[in-house]
């Protein structure tokens, strides 16, 4: 093994690979509960494949909610803490979504990264400013980061 990929040698972070979600609708406006319930339906379509705990459960990154360590998650799932349940909960209406969408931090209080995660997004000016509540979402972005994990991480992106 060289230096470079000796994480307590080298100093660079485990490496992952990346599976990016995306849900569109060729630039339709899909800003909206069920539109959200689609993206919750895809991430627990990718979680629930044979393997994806495997790999995760031996990665970096520890979801305090449910008290294990997992493959990182992005994406506007995290305003419920990527929890299906959580969200099928807090988000009854259309408004619910909205607002939740529309907030400028991701609990509890970490910079919601919009643009990442959404597309180029547009909002209600608010005092001048354009960051009032969402008003169109061209996409859903989710970005998972699986755990290198020898072959079985190659194995599980090619059932998958």
């Known amino acids: 093994m060289e230096w470079r990929d000796d994480v307590d040698k080298s100093g660079f972070l485990p490496s992952t690979r990346v599976t990016t979600i995306a849900i569109h609708a060729n630039g339709a406006n899909i800003l909206?509960?069920?539109?959200?319930?689609?993206?919750?339906?895809?991430?627990?379509?990718?979680?629930?494949?044979?393997?994806?705990?495997?790999?995760?459960?031996d990665g970096d990154y520890y979801d305090t909610l449910h008290d294990e360590f997992t493959c990182r998650i992005i994406g506007a799932t995290r305003f419920w803490y990527h929890d299906t349940q959580l969200f099928y909960e807090q988000a009854k209406t259309e408004d619910d979504?909205?607002?939740?969408?529309?907030?400028?931090?991701?609990?509890?209080?970490?910079?919601?990264?919009?643009?990442?995660?959404l597309g180029t997004l547009q909002r209600q000016e608010n005092n001048g400013h354009g960051n009032g509540t969402i008003t169109y979402v061209p996409a859903y972005f989710v970005y998972i980061l699986l755990s290198i994990k020898e072959d079985k991480t190659e194995l599980f992106e090619l059932d998958g």
Do not use: W
């Open 97 to 117: 979504v909205i607002q939740t969408l529309s907030q400028t931090e991701y609990p509890p209080g970490i910079p919601a990264d919009h643009e990442y995660v």
């Open 32 to 57: 909206g509960k069920e539109p959200m319930e689609r993206v919750f339906t895809a991430l627990d379509t990718v979680r629930n494949i044979s393997g994806y705990k495997d790999i995760c459960a």
